[in-house]
């Protein structure tokens, strides 16, 4: 695990400052100032810079799909992976025009391996997680791999020039492992987080509202009162591979002193483990979007963060979080390249 500085309260507060003498009224530009403002701590410069962005998406399957929790069926996680690869899923259309490179980390997706593919990063942990309502969704030890799996995608996405990352996911079933996850970090009820996911029947968001009820009662058995106990072992009784990969990718990317900008419901239960395991990441991360998911404005609430964009998306993919570089982007430029009321002559209010 990475050890994450905090963000230079210094630099935060001469950002502030040099946003205040912009040529604009104060507090015009809204909250593209204040993220500009976090940019500038977390690049340490008060005229921050955002030059291509990467998204890690990280693909695995759930154990828990035998309980007829989700709209799909699982065989649609590895076709997807082919999809992303293939440059045909909504991901990729948005990476193109946002200025973003994809990256599919296969961290446990079921069936056989994928053909070798330049930004495939082929780091199976196991086939899919076990089914949480009966089983851990993952022995520790697997936690942590996929943990670091998604720290390695992380550091490739910035070896190869990414100057701001997303986390994606893809993962048929993982809506009821994100909610159990996301209702064991927070101590909230099964039916505050659990939401519909890919669009399941009434019938199946019932079960699906159960499943997450009965797994939570089991991971108690387990390891007592789990707003206390180790947050990766909680992750590794409730899952999901790709949840837990995209803490890592988040944990190495604020590492390597990079914005990390989480996505929808999925993602933000990895942001969450991420931020348990490292407080520190709170500087670095921003919300790109709110999902429809109900359980995401919970997790967002708990990491103090508003969404950039709000445009009721509920795919996942990293395509909410994605769309929000340009305005990042926007943020850093207004910051770094505005003239200041003197340097442009014109007369302050
Ligand atoms: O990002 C979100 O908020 C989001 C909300 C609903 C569904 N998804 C995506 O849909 C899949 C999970 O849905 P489900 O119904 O199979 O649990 C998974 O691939 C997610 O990326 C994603
Ligand atoms: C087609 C499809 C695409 C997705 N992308 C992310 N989750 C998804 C779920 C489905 C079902």
């Not at 103090?304 to 979080?321: I, Q």
Request: aromatic share 4%.
């Amino acid at each position: 695990m990475s050890h994450l500085l905090p963000v230079d309260q210094a630099f935060l507060e001469r950002a502030r400052a040099r946003q205040l003498r912009l040529t604009k009224p104060p507090g015009s530009l809204g909250r593209l100032e204040e993220a500009g403002v976090r940019l500038a701590a977390i690049q340490r410069s008060e005229k921050p810079r955002l030059g291509p962005g990467a998204v890690v998406v990280a693909a695995a399957d759930h154990g828990v799909t035998a309980e007829g929790v989700s709209a799909y069926p699982a065989e649609v996680t590895p076709q997807m992976v082919q999809n992303f690869l293939a440059g045909g899923a909504a991901v990729n259309q948005i990476a193109r025009v946002a200025g973003a490179e994809v990256y599919v980390l296969d961290v446990g997706v079921r069936g056989p391996e994928f053909p070798a593919h330049e930004r495939l990063i082929p780091a199976r942990v196991r086939s899919g997680t076990g089914n949480l309502v009966r089983e851990p969704a993952m022995r520790p030890a697997e936690a942590l791999a996929a943990l670091q799996a998604g720290e390695n995608a992380a550091r490739r996405a910035v070896s190869e020039g990414a100057t701001l990352l997303a986390a994606g996911d893809m993962g048929i079933g993982n809506t009821t492992a994100a909610a159990a996850l996301t209702a064991a970090l927070l101590g909230l009820l099964a039916a505050e987080v659990t939401g519909r996911g890919t669009g399941v029947d009434d019938a199946a968001y019932a079960r699906k509202v159960q499943v997450v009820e009965r797994a939570l009662e089991r991971a108690r058995g387990e390891l007592g009162d789990l707003e206390r106990a180790d947050p990766l072992e909680v992750a590794a009784q409730l899952g999901g591979l790709e949840i837990v990969a995209a803490a890592g990718v988040f944990l190495a990317g604020a590492a390597a002193g990079l914005p990390v900008v989480a996505d929808g419901f999925p993602v933000t239960a990895g942001a969450l483990l991420a931020a348990r395991l490292e407080p520190n990441l709170s500087g670095y991360l921003f919300a790109g979007h709110r999902s429809l998911e109900p359980g995401h404005t919970r997790q967002l609430e708990a990491l103090g963060l508003e969404p950039l964009l709000d445009l009721n998306l509920r795919l996942g993919e990293g395509t909410g979080a994605v769309l929000a570089f340009p305005v990042l982007r926007a943020a850093a430029a207004v910051l770094g390249g505005m003239a200041t009321f003197d340097e442009a002559g014109v007369s302050e209010g």
